[in-house]
């Protein structure tokens, strides 16, 4: 079992910066690929950035390519979401989700979940 939890979120204006972080209960560096998705009201939870075991391989939902980067720090069992020049429509809850599967837009593949953080941009 894998507890995550989340933090960073907040309110920014558009235009400015947030970095989230997931810190798990447990080492996840050897077995578990991490991924953000994002749920914004009235819509579908999304797929937003997902990063490999040994942090290799990442990937990107095509929103946020080249203003969101992932990454991860195994000796602490984090994850940062670095986000940059948002936007009003990345406002959202954010949730980190842990998977043993290279899988990474497919939310199903995913084990764990965090409780989520809000981010709110204004315009």
């Known amino acids: 079992q894998v507890q995550l939890v989340e933090s960073g979120g907040g309110l920014v204006q558009a235009g400015g910066s947030l970095r989230l972080s997931c810190v798990a209960s447990r080492r996840t560096s050897s077995s578990y690929a991490m991924g953000w998705f994002r749920q914004a009201p009235g819509k579908e939870r999304e797929f937003v950035a997902a990063i490999s075991w040994g942090g290799g391989r990442t990937s990107y939902a095509d929103s946020v390519k080249g203003r969101f980067t992932i990454s991860r720090n195994n000796a602490q069992n984090t994850v940062l979401l670095q986000m940059n020049s948002l936007k009003p429509e990345d406002t959202a809850v954010y949730y980190c989700?842990?998977?043993?599967?290279?899988?990474?837009?497919?939310?199903?593949?995913?084990?764990?979940w965090g409780q989520g953080t809000q981010v709110t941009v204004s315009s």
């Open positions: 989700a842990a998977t043993a599967r290279w899988a990474p837009m497919v939310e199903g593949q995913y084990d764990y």
